[in-house]
């Protein structure tokens, strides 16, 4: 019963956020990461004119695979 009142009056003061919340803030900082690193090819072809197709497909491949791994899924393919 204390613990209850106990959050209960922290939930009052504002002192807690929703789980819901959290997650869905942190869905959409890591959704924007993913967007970051994933441009990160485009901006290597244009800022290194040196590169290859095939080398930026292969940077591409490997940012990919990283985010597959850390994902657990699929990385996509936009």
Not at 1 to 9: P, T, Y
Not at 28 to 40: C, E, H, K, M, T
Not at 41 to 46: F, I, T
């Amino acid at each position: 019963l204390a613990d209850q009142v106990e959050l209960r009056n922290a939930s009052l003061r504002g002192e807690l956020v929703k789980a819901d919340d959290v997650t869905r803030e942190w869905a959409d900082v890591l959704r924007g990461l993913r967007s970051q690193l994933l441009a990160i090819p485009s901006r290597l072809r244009a800022d290194l004119g040196h590169l290859t197709a095939a080398d930026v497909t292969t940077i591409d491949r490997a940012l990919r695979d990283v985010l597959t791994e850390i994902g657990g899924g699929d990385a996509g393919t936009d």
